[in-house]
């Protein structure tokens, strides 16, 4: 799936994903990977840890989208209506402030 999006200048990604062939891939392409090592490895390497907690930011995100029920089972078949409608939650998401629980 990365082959298909232009290259960015960071990719931030959990443990699942420290693998060495995907960093090798992700340096090879001029992005820096900011992925913590796992605990497992002997040799762990080193990442950005500031750059890494923007991440909670995007987790967030998706959850809230996944609190659409469409997005959350992609009911659509066709990618365009399935974006179509990730936009529109996107839009109302935005819209709609969190209501605090305080």
Known sequence: MLQLVPTPRKLLADRAYDARKLRDWLVERGCE???PPNPTRKHPHTYDP???R???TIER???RLKD???IATRYDKRAD???SAVLLAAAVTWW???E???
Request: hydrophobic share 45%; glycine share 0%; aromatic share 12%.
């Open 50 to 52: 500031v750059a890494y």
């Open 96 to 98: 709609i402030p969190i």
């Open 100 to 102: 605090s629980t305080a």
């Open 81 to 83: 209506n399935f974006r």
């Open 54 to 56: 923007s991440r909670n």
């Open 68 to 70: 659409f029920r469409r």
């Open 33 to 35: 990977p900011v992925i």
């Open 61 to 63: 995100m998706l959850c």
